[in-house]
């Protein structure tokens, strides 16, 4: 079964530096999607970035980029120049590949403070 | 906004009793997951639907049920209702397999239930 963990309860940053939320993910498969979501305390979950894995090029969206390292089963998003809207409680997510079908398989969560 | 719907947002009721949660997925998307989110076991995969027909099972109880109708909405059903089933439940909804974004889950707003 894919295990996804996220190693970091809570991290906080000043706005306008960066930040690196950690996630790591254990598969037998080779094909298989990875995604940051963003809970803020609306409890919305927001779709921040997807990575495909037979993609080798990071995924970047604006301020988010991801750190995809597929041979450690590592993928951290960065945050750059943070904003305060960007506190919320962010999970990182598994998704197999394949098929259209596949369930998302979440980490834990970090919670993100972002200090003006 | 996602374009998923959920009702009702909050739901309180008494224990053994059961209840009806609703969906509607995003115009044109036949999948449809139901997530269910508590502070002990986080995020959950419960089941999912496509086009009507049931396609996954995660950790659901027996208790619980789901469908879904010709006009694509579900409903999760709840009975016997446990102090522990207060929880956030999410329903999520995923593009057709002609859609770029076929891997993606949008997630609507989530509807609480309290147990009491």
């Known amino acids: 079964a894919q295990t996804v963990t996220q190693s970091q309860p809570e991290m906080s940053v000043q706005e306008a530096e960066t930040v690196t939320l950690s996630c790591t993910y254990d598969t037998s498969e080779s094909d298989y999607y990875l995604f940051w979501y963003k809970q803020p305390p609306s409890r919305q979950m927001i779709l921040v970035i997807r990575?495909?894995?037979?993609?080798?090029q990071n995924a970047t969206e604006n301020r988010f980029s991801v750190n995809f390292q597929k041979a450690a089963k590592s993928f951290s998003l960065k945050i750059s120049d943070s904003q305060l809207g960007d506190a919320a409680m962010y999970f990182c997510a598994y998704r197999p590949g394949g098929t259209s079908y596949g369930k998302l398989t979440f980490g834990q969560g970090t919670i993100l403070t972002v200090h003006p | 906004d996602s374009g998923v719907t959920q009702t009702p947002k909050h739901l309180i009721t008494a224990t053994g009793q059961r209840v009806t949660l609703r969906c509607s997925p995003r115009s044109g998307d036949l999948s449809v997951y139901w997530y269910q989110q508590s502070l002990d076991q986080g995020l959950q995969f419960l089941i999912q639907?496509?086009?009507?027909?049931?396609?996954a099972k995660g950790n659901i109880l027996e208790r619980f049920s789901a469908q879904q109708f010709p006009d694509l909405h579900s409903e999760l059903n709840l009975s016997s209702l446990e102090l522990g089933d207060s929880a956030l439940y999410f329903c999520a909804s995923s593009p057709t397999s002609s859609s770029r974004n076929v891997n993606e889950q949008y997630f609507g707003p989530g509807t609480r239930l309290t147990v009491t």
């Open positions: 639907y496509y086009n009507g027909e049931e396609r």
């Open positions: 990575q495909e894995a037979y993609k080798q």
